[in-house]
């Protein structure tokens, strides 16, 4: 069965454009014109993958991102006239695992959505054993790649699949240091076209749902220079 994709878009003629090129690369395709509509499709039948536009309206693509994430861990992806840095770090910390600036290719997108199935897959078909990244039993931290998941006092944490992919590949070998551009070139693939920045950001997000305290760190510690390093606990 095809994946389906959402396409979030105010622009009659860029959703058509994208419609046709993810229909060609094999995707089932819905679509949405505003927030709201997006929102009651998501509530209906959650697609695959989302591609969100940011400017939409009265309820903008901000809102509807959070409002996804709410309920859903599915990939999704900014497209938007907004390039500056603090558009792009608003974007991410609502919920987006890439962004894209317009103008664009039509092809850069289906490749981001195609790095974001390897992703999935990647999740999904790792058996490597369980980690524990934090022994205090009063708030037990473990990594479970076979599942696709990280489970905190026995739930699971609410990652997307970047946010996990990310975790994975720091937990790969505890106590390395990665550099930012390493981490986009694991998780990434693309590489986002060389900006660490979204690196940063969805490592601050990750933080948010797995530290005891995300403002100091214990267990994706920052090594000021050189990236980031996994110390379990």
């Given at each position: 069965m095809p994946?389906q994709?959402l396409?979030v878009?105010d622009?009659d003629?860029?959703r058509?454009?994208?419609r046709?090129?993810l229909?060609?690369?094999?995707?089932q395709?819905?679509?949405?014109?505003?927030?709201?509509?997006?929102l009651?499709?998501t509530?209906?039948a959650?697609?695959?993958?989302m591609?969100?536009?940011?400017m939409?309206?009265?309820?903008?693509?901000?809102?509807?991102?959070?409002?996804?994430?709410?309920?859903?861990?599915i990939?999704i992806?900014v497209?938007?006239?907004?390039?500056?840095t603090?558009?792009?770090?608003?974007?991410?910390?609502?919920?987006?695992?890439?962004y894209?600036?317009?103008p664009?290719?039509?092809?850069?997108i289906?490749?981001?959505?195609r790095?974001?199935?390897?992703?999935?897959r990647?999740?999904?078909?790792?058996?490597?054993?369980d980690?524990?990244l934090d022994?205090?039993p009063?708030?037990?931290?473990?990594?479970s790649?076979?599942r696709?998941a990280a489970?905190?006092?026995?739930?699971?944490?609410?990652?997307?699949?970047?946010?996990?992919?990310l975790?994975?590949?720091?937990a790969?070998?505890?106590?390395r240091?990665?550099?930012?551009?390493?981490l986009?070139?694991?998780?990434?693939e693309?590489?986002?076209?060389?900006?660490?920045?979204?690196?940063?950001v969805?490592?601050?997000r990750?933080r948010?749902?797995i530290?005891?305290?995300?403002?100091h760190?214990?267990?994706?510690?920052?090594?000021?220079g050189?990236?980031?390093r996994?110390d379990?606990?």
């Amino acid at each position: 069965m095809p994946l389906q994709v959402l396409i979030v878009e105010d622009d009659d003629r860029i959703r058509a454009v994208l419609r046709l090129a993810l229909e060609d690369e094999g995707y089932q395709v819905a679509e949405a014109g505003d927030a709201d509509t997006a929102l009651d499709l998501t509530r209906k039948a959650m697609p695959d993958l989302m591609i969100v536009d940011l400017m939409l309206g009265a309820t903008d693509g901000y809102t509807c991102i959070r409002e996804v994430r709410r309920s859903s861990d599915i990939p999704i992806v900014v497209v938007s006239a907004r390039s500056d840095t603090h558009d792009i770090v608003a974007g991410l910390e609502a919920g987006a695992d890439d962004y894209v600036t317009k103008p664009f290719q039509v092809k850069e997108i289906t490749a981001r959505l195609r790095a974001l199935r390897r992703r999935l897959r990647t999740a999904a078909d790792d058996a490597e054993p369980d980690i524990v990244l934090d022994a205090d039993p009063r708030r037990s931290l473990v990594l479970s790649r076979a599942r696709g998941a990280a489970r905190l006092d026995g739930q699971d944490v609410p990652l997307t699949v970047t946010e996990f992919r990310l975790l994975s590949e720091l937990a790969r070998i505890p106590g390395r240091v990665l550099s930012r551009q390493a981490l986009l070139e694991a998780v990434w693939e693309h590489g986002f076209y060389g900006d660490e920045r979204i690196v940063d950001v969805h490592i601050r997000r990750l933080r948010t749902k797995i530290e005891r305290d995300p403002g100091h760190p214990a267990i994706v510690v920052t090594v000021r220079g050189l990236g980031y390093r996994l110390d379990p606990r």
